[in-house]
């Protein structure tokens, strides 16, 4: 096992019934795969590193309830062009090849460190390429992994805040991030840290569709981005929906991609490509529940199936099912930009967003130049995870250390859902505009099935809401466990509206983004799109140009000098 060298221990600089504040080079807001990878390398960069999560660091967020698989391809160009070109195609050429490369460069060698690291998880099977002879572990389960990163974390001298949310970026005077402030709900008492930079790894938005541990993930931090001028990309490719066993929650399988179905009648449902697009199966369940059966999984494989992904077969066998050659009844679950590609724009292979000292990670950020209109799922989704999760640690480390101590005192950059005008008798509740906000992103027949006066009422009403005086507003103020609640209503409010307006600039239909009125793919469209804005958002065109196929495909030099 090799031990890692320990980096210093943030300041403490105040600590009791009252609050906690801390000092440190690198903040990281998130507690999964993404956010303990940048821990992880922003103290291998020496850096003073706190980590703080909405749950406890390990055990929440998406990842946790999933079974564990990165993409991993050696650097073998004939391998990697034929896999990236039917990646290309899935995600309708809105990927980048230099970035596709870089990712998969930096997953590869990261992932080889493991175990070195001394990851033993149980019952781990191995993932061989067997073309070249690399032997290579799999993750396991979830629990293991983020388990053994949670610990390498700590090993390396971090401190992890456990229930500790944030609620909003602190910033100086010249604009750069400088720390962040929130709440532990649990202790009754607020909490600061001051950091050089800011690494958010919040996650993506399900707006509580109760996804499989998505409840967590309710645009927080896309909403404190955006606060201090990031902006984000391919928001309206956040239309992924999940199928899960009828009345239950566990969309966590890979396997419902070698399934066939049929529909509410029985009759054979056909489909193109259960990663770009599940429209033919969603249409027909808004004429009845359709059924699934996974009989592409060969007999002599669904041992291992059972063991990548135990919770799924759990379900089913409390259900009575035996989900390889029996038909069962499914339902739709929307995982939103957890499975979308929609979030954060990043700047560059640093993983900067664009806003001095504010990094982004994991599912927080857009995986659009990665997969394109298509879903990452999970392995795709993983691989990103570390490897931005790298990025952004290792550049935030390098750059805190080498700014001059700050002597000044940050200010909360915070607005809708912790500030604002008392509410009044007509204000709506958070309740209300959640539920307002849930009738857009929740069904199928108004966030896929779209067409432009479904996407005006929307942004009507959102906005309507979202211009209300007193909106929002915590009853104890802005750091208290109320302003916690107002803040995720806020965070999933802002995000849908983002949604909404890129979904009404793209007038075609591309991946998983469909519009009714617009039903065929557009050439002139092919590029990725941005929105931001706090009121009204904006959308633009974003001025890079996709770059697919192998003539784009970098030189291992040309990566290293972009990293």
């Not at 230099?98 to 998880?121: K, M, Q």
């Not at 993983?382 to 200010?411: F, N």
């Amino acid at each position: 096992m090799t031990a890692p060298r320990r980096a210093p221990a943030p300041t403490v600089d105040h600590d009791d019934a009252q609050g906690i504040t801390l000092t440190a080079d690198v903040l990281v807001v998130g507690g999964g795969p993404a956010a303990t990878w940048a821990a992880i390398a922003a103290t291998e960069h020496g850096a003073r590193t706190v980590l703080v999560d909405k749950g406890w660091c390990g055990t929440s967020g998406v990842a946790a309830a999933a079974g564990v698989a990165h993409w991993l391809l050696p650097p073998d160009a004939a391998r990697r062009d034929a896999e990236i070109a039917v990646r290309e195609a899935r995600g309708g050429h809105l990927t980048d090849r230099r970035w596709i490369e870089a990712v998969l460069d930096e997953a590869w060698s990261r992932t080889a460190l493991v175990d070195g690291w001394g990851y033993r998880p149980r019952g781990a099977t191995r993932d061989t390429d067997r073309s070249r002879g690399d032997d290579r572990t799999l993750a396991g389960t979830a629990p293991d992994y983020l388990r053994f990163l949670r610990g390498r974390t700590r090993r390396g001298g971090a401190r992890i805040l456990d229930h500790s949310p944030a609620l909003e970026l602190l910033r100086d005077d010249d604009g750069r991030v400088r720390g962040a402030q929130g709440v532990q709900p649990r202790a009754g008492r607020p909490w600061t840290v001051h950091a050089g930079a800011v690494v958010l790894a919040t996650g993506g938005t399900t707006w509580r569709s109760h996804a499989l541990g998505g409840d967590v993930d309710t645009g927080e931090g896309h909403l404190m981005a955006a606060e201090v001028g990031a902006h984000l990309s391919s928001m309206e490719m956040s239309s992924f929906y999940g199928m899960v066993p009828l009345g239950t929650s566990m969309d966590k399988n890979g396997f419902m991609v070698a399934a066939s179905y049929r529909d509410h009648e029985g009759r054979p449902l056909h489909y193109r490509d259960l990663h770009a697009t599940r429209i033919e199966l969603l249409r027909a369940s808004e004429r009845g529940t359709i059924t699934a059966r996974l009989d592409q999984v060969p007999p002599e494989r669904r041992a291992d199936a059972r063991a990548a992904m135990p919770n799924f077969f759990m379900v089913t066998d409390k259900l009575g099912i035996d989900p390889f050659t029996e038909h069962f009844p499914i339902d739709w679950v929307t995982e939103g930009t957890v499975r979308g590609t929609g979030g954060l724009h990043l700047a560059g292979l640093d993983a900067s967003t664009g806003v001095p000292g504010l990094y982004a990670a994991g599912d927080v950020a857009a995986r659009d130049r990665l997969v394109g209109a298509a879903t990452g799922a999970g392995g795709p989704n993983l691989s990103w995870a570390v490897a931005t999760g790298t990025w952004a640690g290792r550049t935030a480390a390098d750059e805190a250390r080498s700014l001059p101590p700050y002597r000044g005192t940050p200010r909360p950059a915070g607005g809708l859902g912790l500030r604002g005008t008392a509410p009044g008798p007509t204000t709506p509740t958070p309740r209300a505009v959640l539920d307002a906000v849930q009738s857009e992103t929740h069904p199928p027949a108004r966030s896929v099935l779209k067409d432009a006066a479904i996407l005006r009422d929307g942004d009507a009403r959102l906005r309507a809401l979202a211009s209300a005086p007193g909106v929002l507003v915590p009853a104890d103020g802005p750091r208290s466990a109320s302003a916690l609640r107002t803040r995720e209503v806020a965070g999933m409010l802002q995000t849908a509206r983002w949604v909404l307006a890129a979904a009404a600039a793209r007038t075609e239909t591309r991946g998983m983004h469909h519009r009714l009125d617009h039903p065929e793919e557009d050439p002139a469209q092919a590029r990725r799109l941005l929105v931001g804005g706090l009121g009204d958002p904006w959308v633009a065109t974003d001025p890079e140009t996709p770059r697919t196929g192998p003539d784009h495909a970098p030189s291992r030099a040309a990566l290293a000098a972009l990293a």
